[in-house]
Structure formats: C-alpha cells, structure tokens
C-alpha cells in the first residue's frame, strides 16, 4: 500500500494532499493532530463552509474505499516561509464512471480567494486525474452567475455546457483530456 506522501501532488504554491481514513480520523479528533500530519496550520474558519453538506458523505466514502485515495478530497496547502496553511478542500466526487468520466469540485477558504490558487489546484487535480489512462472527461458545476468560479474552470479548460432544464440555476462545464472525444458531448454555450 502506497503512503500518504505517495500521492502528494507539488504546484508552484502549494502541495495537494489527498484525505486517507488517518487524515480524516486526525481532522475529526483534533485540529492539532492534523496539524502535525500535514505539517501546516489549520485556520480556525476550517473546513469551508461549502463543505460542510458533502462532509458526512466523503466520510463514508473515504472511510469505506481507502483503496481509491485521491478520488475524493484533497487538502490544499499553501506554502509560506513560516508556517504552511490549510486553505482549501478540492477533489472528486468519487472515482471515475463507466465512461471515464469524474466530478471535480473545490471550496477555497475567503482570504486566499482571487489570488489564482483556486486554478492553481484545478489545474494540478486535472493532470493528475488524465495521468489515468481510463480517465476521458472531467465534470464540473458552479451556481449559475459565479462568475469567480465560472472564470477558475474556464482558465482551466473547461467548455461550458448548454443549460438543463431540471437545473436552470446550474453551469455545467467540462474538459477533455482529449479534445477529440468532445464529439460525443453536447455543444458548448456560444
């Protein structure tokens, strides 16, 4: 079995780590214990809040499949001269589809935002899931009028999608490690 530091994932600012049953137990434990395990300081406004419905969801499913590390979340550290800091939660709502296909997401904590981390870790999160040869096309979605979040995937990649009907308040994106696969997708937003 791989180790925790296996999987970490080096941007130009910070380290991707994802969340394995230990990091998860030490988060739900003690601040102070993660703390130690990622080797940074954890802001008292952690996790963020966006996080906060999904948190008892990837609980189960990172408890459940400690063999898919790095399909679910991933903590995002930003790296200073002092001390390291806990800024984000970012990653997949679970492994890959029967058509290749993964959900990314991302919640960056307020004093970090509109400094380009956020497509910092996208970025990073993208190529580490098309390193997968069976990876094709990554999803993702923000509240339609995010213009902040509608720019990160754009920057990123990602094409945004004709709206649904069932979810008029939603834009959906997606990107392709391939772009010769987009044939078998619906037509972008002109």
């Given at each position: 079995?791989?180790?925790i530091?296996?999987?970490?994932?080096?941007?130009?600012?910070?380290?991707?780590i994802?969340?394995?049953?230990?990091?998860?137990?030490?988060?739900?434990?003690?601040?102070?214990?993660?703390?130690?395990?990622?080797?940074?300081?954890?802001?008292?406004?952690?996790?963020?809040?966006?996080?906060?419905?999904?948190?008892?969801?990837?609980?189960?499913?990172?408890?459940?499949?400690p063999?898919?590390t790095?399909?679910?979340?991933?903590?995002?550290?930003?790296?200073?001269?002092?001390?390291?800091?806990?800024?984000?939660?970012?990653?997949?709502?679970?492994?890959?589809?029967?058509?290749?296909?993964?959900?990314?997401?991302?919640?960056?904590?307020?004093?970090?935002?509109?400094?380009?981390?956020?497509?910092?870790?996208?970025?990073?999160?993208?190529?580490?899931?098309?390193s997968?040869?069976?990876?094709?096309?990554?999803?993702?979605?923000t509240?339609?009028?995010?213009?902040?979040?509608?720019?990160?995937?754009?920057?990123?990649?990602?094409i945004?999608?004709?709206?649904?009907?069932?979810?008029?308040a939603?834009?959906?994106y997606?990107?392709?490690?391939?772009?010769?696969d987009?044939?078998?997708?619906?037509?972008?937003?002109?």
């Amino acid at each position: 079995m791989k180790s925790i530091s296996d999987h970490i994932i080096q941007t130009r600012r910070m380290r991707l780590i994802p969340v394995c049953p230990i990091l998860l137990e030490a988060e739900n434990l003690s601040f102070k214990k993660l703390s130690r395990l990622l080797n940074a300081e954890i802001p008292e406004k952690w996790p963020p809040a966006s996080l906060f419905p999904l948190k008892h969801w990837f609980q189960e499913k990172i408890t459940s499949h400690p063999d898919k590390t790095g399909w679910f979340l991933w903590y995002g550290i930003l790296e200073r001269i002092q001390t390291d800091i806990l800024i984000m939660s970012c990653g997949f709502m679970e492994p890959p589809d029967i058509n290749g296909g993964v959900e990314l997401g991302y919640a960056l904590l307020q004093p970090w935002q509109e400094k380009g981390l956020a497509s910092e870790a996208v970025q990073a999160l993208l190529d580490w899931a098309f390193s997968h040869p069976h990876v094709t096309h990554v999803r993702a979605h923000t509240a339609r009028g995010n213009l902040a979040s509608s720019r990160i995937l754009e920057k990123c990649g990602f094409i945004k999608l004709a709206p649904e009907a069932m979810k008029p308040a939603i834009d959906r994106y997606i990107c392709h490690g391939n772009a010769s696969d987009f044939k078998d997708f619906q037509e972008p937003m002109p």
